[in-house]
């Protein structure tokens, strides 16, 4: 299964130019090497996509008002004036890679790829902005090549967000739609500058007959879930006194199995929650505040540490995933519910990043004999997993990155999984990035990746 993950390459990095053509300013005011975000960028993307302290003079593409300021004060005899985009708020990322890979099969043998020149791999198209005051919106479509010409279309992000409609500043915040949830800010990988994804956090398979064995989950449908990296949902978020952050979301889970009719987006009735909670000691406040301090020269530069706990619960029952037992039995199991939790850390001193987080996974896997439907057993098998990276700037347009991650499995049986990876990012222009990065099976040797990436955005 390790092999297949290393083979994957399914990040999207997230910089949205339109944001630089509103306010005509570059992208290194937001990002490090995009798609990472700086102090600055990440209070940009929290309060909604404005920056902090905004005024007039700083938007040099004024939005087109849709009704009159005065029709405000004659609310609710009047409808609400709003504001869109003075230009069409789109913006463009392509990816292309040349991909060398080496992965183990089942039966021992080994396939390797050599010089694939996938150009290109992914196009994001982005819609991002504000409209009005207090609304904010992201979108993303994504077009994947495959291997055979066509084309995958995925509609990544959608959402709206409700931001400081009442009480005190970047207190309450809210979004609904298809998005990444905060749960993850700082992980997820929207928000790291390597290419590939924290598998061992976001594509562990939990379900196995002893419990889940090996990564692979975004491969199973329905897609069992260790962390979502996006769900469709409500989340509340809110910063309080600049430094903490609250977090509070009910989602959709695991999708319909196979066969299902109903046309339903989640497997089920029930709904998933999750609540995060961070404080951030030192450097720039969560909602972009300086106290009064200079901004650093070098936009990276943010001495701080930012400590997080979160939690994430989910019910699957009645939704069967088909597995066959080493005897050659046919069966169904069920996740009824699962309980996953962690927390977060993340230091910045001078030109070093150094974060990481730890989960912790529980599962009710409830397996069936998928031609009686007799129950075979119960268990409430346990995993962990963990990683750690380090990002140094070796100049304003060059990262070096490194990541160990690992997982130990719920199955007594196998053994935990570590991975390895080595990046370096090369901002050409500011909107312009070329990466190398190697990926590693540490386990098995045979199972790697050396790929060369190009990505722009316009």
């Not at 449908?221 to 979301?249: F, T």
Request: net charge negative; proline share 5%; with cysteine.
């Amino acid at each position: 299964m390790i092999g297949v993950a290393l083979l994957a390459i399914a990040s999207t990095a997230h910089a949205v130019p339109a944001f630089a053509r509103k306010y005509q300013t570059s992208c290194q005011t937001c990002h490090i090497v995009f798609p990472k975000l700086n102090a600055f960028g990440e209070a940009f993307r929290l309060r909604g996509y404005r920056m902090p302290g905004e005024t007039e003079e700083m938007v040099k593409q004024p939005a087109v008002s849709l009704g009159s300021p005065a029709y405000k004060k004659l609310w609710p005899q009047a409808v609400w004036p709003g504001e869109i985009s003075s230009a069409v708020p789109l913006a463009v990322n392509v990816k292309m890679a040349e991909v060398n890979t080496s992965s183990v099969n089942n039966d021992g043998s080994v396939s390797r790829i050599s010089n694939d020149l996938q150009f290109p791999q992914e196009v994001n198209i982005f819609g991002a902005g504000t409209l009005g005051e207090h609304v904010s919106y992201f979108t993303e479509v994504t077009f994947s090549a495959n291997a055979d010409g066509s084309v995958a279309v995925d509609l990544e992000h959608a959402h709206m967000g409700f931001d400081s409609p009442f009480g005190p500043e970047d207190l309450f915040h809210f979004r609904i739609g298809k998005f990444a949830p905060n749960v993850v800010d700082g992980f997820q990988e929207m928000w790291i500058a390597t290419d590939g994804a924290i598998d061992s956090l976001f594509n562990y398979n939990p379900i196995g007959v002893n419990g889940g064995t090996g990564l692979g989950a975004d491969a199973l449908s329905p897609n069992s879930i260790s962390l979502p990296a996006l769900v469709n949902g409500i989340e509340g978020y809110g910063i309080i006194h600049h430094r903490a952050m609250w977090v509070a979301g009910l989602a959709n889970g695991v999708m319909a199995a196979p066969g299902d009719t109903t046309g339903r987006f989640d497997g089920n009735n029930a709904k998933d929650v999750y609540a995060r909670f961070d404080y951030k000691f030192g450097g720039m406040g969560l909602d972009g505040d300086t106290g009064g301090q200079p901004i650093p020269e070098k936009n990276w530069h943010d001495n701080s540490l930012r400590v997080g706990v979160f939690t994430y619960r989910g019910d699957a029952s009645s939704i069967p995933f088909a597995l066959e037992t080493d005897s050659g039995v046919n069966v169904n199991i069920e996740d009824s519910h699962f309980l996953r939790t962690g927390f977060y850390a993340s230091v910045f001193y001078q030109d070093l990043n150094v974060f990481g987080a730890y989960l912790h996974g529980t599962d009710t896997l409830n397996t069936t004999d998928a031609a009686t439907g007799a129950l075979l057993q119960a268990i409430e098998p346990a995993y962990h997993a963990w990683f750690t990276q380090a990002d140094y700037m070796i100049y304003p347009w060059l990262q070096a990155s490194g990541r160990y991650e690992t997982v130990t499995p719920a199955d007594p049986a196998v053994q935990s999984i570590r991975i390895g990876t080595l990046n370096m990012s090369a901002l050409v222009r500011a909107n312009v990035k070329v990466m190398v990065e190697y990926q590693r099976d540490l386990r098995q040797g045979d199972n790697h990746s050396l790929n060369a990436l190009l990505r722009f955005a316009f």
